[in-house]
């Protein structure tokens, strides 16, 4: 099983990234997939998910009407497109997945069973 994340970079606030998170070795479309953040000194925070069967969504409030998840399960990928970025929207960005938690689970606990590296994304003011 593996996650990859990719996209993460430096931008000024107010523009966009999109991150990606391709997954291989199981069943993409059963899956609950989607990114967490850790910012420095911070916890790791629920930031978007995806339900990959019924395509039913998460956001946390911090990010609701900026950010926008996607699958596109032909290509066994996850999209984090991220508009109008905030300087406090920095930090290092964790693609996850699990079968069987909820996403409501997975962002109260902190938890997934599978997990991508990290791909660090620096707003600037």
């Known amino acids: 099983v593996q996650l990859q994340a990719s996209g993460g970079g430096l931008v000024r606030a107010g523009g966009s990234l999109r991150l990606s998170c391709a997954a291989s070795?199981?069943?993409?479309?059963?899956?609950?997939i989607g990114w967490f953040r850790q910012a420095p000194g911070k916890e790791r925070e629920g930031v978007s998910f995806?339900?990959?069967?019924?395509?039913?969504?998460y956001y946390a409030d911090s990010v609701k009407g900026r950010f926008t998840i996607s699958s596109d399960n032909a290509k066994n990928t996850v999209y984090l497109q991220m508009n109008s970025l905030k300087p406090e929207d920095t930090a290092v960005y964790y693609c996850?997945?699990?079968?069987?938690?909820?996403?409501?689970?997975?962002?109260?606990?902190?938890?997934?069973?599978?997990w991508g590296q990290g791909t660090l994304v620096t707003v600037s003011s």
């Open positions: 070795g199981f069943i993409f479309d059963e899956y609950n």
């Open positions: 995806i339900s990959v069967s019924d395509g039913s969504t």
């Open positions: 996850a997945a699990d079968l069987y938690l909820t996403i409501a689970s997975m962002t109260q606990q902190g938890i997934a069973d599978y």
